[in-house]
């Protein structure tokens, strides 16, 4: 167990709908950071936060967006959503910014309809 | 960009077999490098990393050394069991960029018979 806590564990919905996904950091850490992994693109960074601000974008559409919020934990909107949106999205913690072993939840499993 | 390459599978070993994905990485500067290993339906875990050349990092019996000479950090077992049985990802993270995201290699899937 990391320590990482993703909510929810699978989630089915239909084009064009919108989705939340919700992720705890371990406790104590500062740094969330979003991944997509699908079969075609592999593991890809979407986003990285640092005590509520957003640090670093990767290849995230602009149909997603993402926050932390005071108390650390983060979502992840993903709205108008298309069939190949589905994918395992991850979570990941670290303590700081130069702290680099980052500590992944087991992910949701997000399937479009 | 920063990349990082490893070798396709599967891989299909017989328990007790030597183990070595190869792992090469291109980057600018000297980036932290990374194994985490997927087990089927679970998220990723770190398996071992090294933060500069000729580190060797170690875990569970599995060793990678950071060589800068040829950009790699392959990983090697000398004697894999069944329950190694998983998907394994090189990764690394870039010192220059101001982000600490990990760039990811395709991941290799590792079977392991008895």
């Known amino acids: 167990d990391s320590g990482v806590t993703q909510t929810p564990k699978h989630l089915i919905t239909a084009t064009g709908q919108r989705v939340t996904l919700r992720c705890s950091p371990r406790?104590?850490?500062?740094?969330v950071y979003w991944y997509q992994q699908s079969l075609d693109q592999g593991l890809q960074f979407l986003i990285q936060?640092?005590?509520?601000?957003?640090?670093a974008k990767g290849n995230i559409l602009e149909r997603f967006s993402a926050q932390q919020f005071p108390d650390l934990h983060s979502e992840l909107n993903l709205s108008s959503l298309e069939l190949g949106d589905s994918a395992l999205y991850f979570c990941a913690s670290s303590y700081d910014r130069s702290q680099e072993t980052q500590y992944f939840g087991p992910g949701t499993r997000l399937l479009v309809l | 960009g920063d990349s990082v390459t490893q070798m396709e599978g599967p891989v299909t070993l017989s328990e007790e077999a030597f183990l070595t994905i190869n792992c090469t990485y291109t980057?600018?500067?000297?980036?932290?490098l990374f194994w985490y290993v997927q087990y089927p339906g679970e998220g990723l875990q770190l398996l071992l990393k090294?933060?500069?050349?000729?580190d060797k990092g170690s875990n569970k019996g599995f060793e990678a050394t950071y060589r800068k000479e040829t950009t790699s950090f392959h990983l090697e077992k000398g004697s894999v069991q069944v329950s190694d049985s998983a998907v394994y990802f090189c990764?690394?993270?870039?010192?220059?960029?101001?982000?600490?995201?990990?760039?990811f290699g395709k991941g290799t899937k590792l079977t392991v018979n008895p």
């Open positions: 936060y640092y005590n509520g601000e957003e640090r």
């Open positions: 090294a933060t500069k050349a000729d």
């Open positions: 990764a690394l993270v870039p010192r220059q960029g101001g982000s600490e995201k990990l760039v």
């Open positions: 406790s104590g850490d500062l740094s």
């Open positions: 980057a600018t500067g000297y980036p932290s």
